[in-house]
């Protein structure tokens, strides 16, 4: 899965951008994820980096912790751990999923994510067309499984000529046309 650190480090990336870009004022702010206030949705997104991190590592499901202010740093570590020869093979043992499945599910957080934080806190955000494209497909395939383990809402109607974007967005219970 060579071509796939480049989408996950570009979608990293730019979700740590607009982390390090919220302003202590803006914690409590809503987000696009209704269960998730900015702080919380700061912490979880700390927690799926720490959690993907012991994934590729086949250590254990972590549980997530309180906010702790350095998800840049936990993201860097967990690309770190994808990046290593072999990471791709085989399932998860805390998981028991492939690791391909794994490591789409991370980049479909980190594009969905960043995009919630980006509507809540008023940033500039353009997820990258072939990232976009990558989580579509995927997200496609595997939006039940999602609704059932809870990561997922109930869809959002877009139109069928809407953008990819857009149309990951609906698939997976998000409004494209939220705001604060």
Not at 74 to 101: D, N, Q
Not at 118 to 144: G, I, K, N
Request: proline share 8%; charged share 25%.
């Amino acid at each position: 899965m060579e071509d796939m650190m480049p989408l996950m480090t570009r979608a990293t990336e730019r979700t740590a951008e607009l982390v390090r870009a919220v302003r202590q004022e803006q914690l409590g702010l809503s987000t696009p994820c209704a269960k998730f206030d900015v702080k919380d949705l700061l912490s979880h997104l700390e927690w799926v980096a720490a959690l993907f991190e012991s994934l590729a590592r086949n250590g254990p499901r972590v549980e997530q912790g309180p906010y702790a202010g350095d998800f840049p740093e936990r993201a860097k570590a967990t690309l770190a751990a994808w990046s290593r020869p072999g990471v791709w093979e085989g399932t998860s043992p805390a998981m028991g999923l492939p690791m391909t499945t794994l490591g789409h599910m991370y980049l479909v957080d980190m594009v969905v994510h960043g995009w919630d934080l980006a509507r809540a806190t008023d940033q500039e955000y353009e997820p990258d067309p072939e990232t976009v494209s990558r989580a579509l497909h995927f997200t496609d395939r595997m939006v039940e499984m999602g609704r059932q383990r809870g990561a997922f809402g109930p869809p959002v109607t877009v139109s069928d000529d809407a953008p990819s974007f857009d149309r990951l967005l609906g698939v997976i219970g998000r409004d494209p046309a939220w705001t604060a």
